[in-house]
């Protein structure tokens, strides 16, 4: 198919296919220096919304205000708050897939811990369902010291699961679960981990596209 033109600020799913093509087979850049770009540059965006507006917008996620730090003894035996000094940013829980949307989250993470929030991820698939890809990132997200947990059982992602209730106390949620080759409605873990962040409270940045939405209809089959 003919690519969109060089100025196109959106694309359709099948042209962003093509456009990935032409990149990694005619330009010869591995597949994974894209998505250490896409995942860098998402989260170089996420950060500076969260800080430019989403906090004033959507405010502490519940549970973390109002409470009082406990009292600890100074030099001179007087009583002073123990203070605990929280991220920068805040805490963000990423929710990945085991695809390369997946990988890109991973990416994220890592850069969104650079840039001062306390990352954790949650995977809506088994540790060894991973594409290549993902998996590297995924590597390097143990390396950095980020807290992975793989929740392959839908189970795993109900209202009072400990993900519901990290999504809950999270300052913002990072959707990439599926990107935008996916298609049909989600189904297992994938459809229960949408679900969760849909009913948590919290906003949600989705990288490329909101999961559950037919990237080339823009039809939701079931959760997104």
């Known amino acids: 198919m003919r690519l969109p033109p060089l100025d196109a600020r959106a694309v359709t799913a099948e042209q962003m296919a ?17 998505m250490e770009r896409a995942g860098r540059e998402a989260a170089k965006q996420m950060a500076a919304w969260w800080r430019a507006d989403g906090a004033a917008l959507y405010g502490p996620p519940s549970g973390t205000a109002g409470v009082r730090p406990a009292p600890v003894r100074g030099k001179a035996g007087a009583k002073k708050p123990a ?3 929280a991220p920068a940013g805040g805490s963000v829980l990423l929710l990945c897939g085991r695809g390369n949307n997946g990988g890109d989250g991973f990416v994220a993470a890592r850069y969104l811990k650079g ?11 088994e540790e060894g369902a991973l594409s290549p890809d993902a998996r590297t990132n995924s ?41 935008t080759g996916s298609s049909g409605s989600p189904r297992g873990a994938i459809a229960a981990a949408i679900e969760m962040a849909q009913e948590c409270g919290r906003p949600i940045v989705s990288i490329d596209i909101p999961s559950g939405v037919d990237g080339a209809t823009g039809e939701i089959a079931g959760e997104a």
Request: glycine share 10%; with cysteine.
């Open 18 to 34: 093509a456009l990935d093509r032409a990149t990694i087979q005619g330009r010869g850049i591995p597949a994974l220096a894209l």
């Open 115 to 125: 840039a001062g929030f306390q990352v954790r991820v949650a995977v809506a698939a």
């Open 139 to 179: 590597d390097a997200c143990a390396r950095a010291r980020i807290p992975i947990t793989f929740l392959p059982d839908a189970r795993a992602w109900g209202p009072g699961s400990e993900v519901a209730i990290a999504a809950r106390g999270a300052a913002f949620l990072v959707d990439a679960l599926l990107g």
């Open 83 to 85: 203070v605990r000094r």
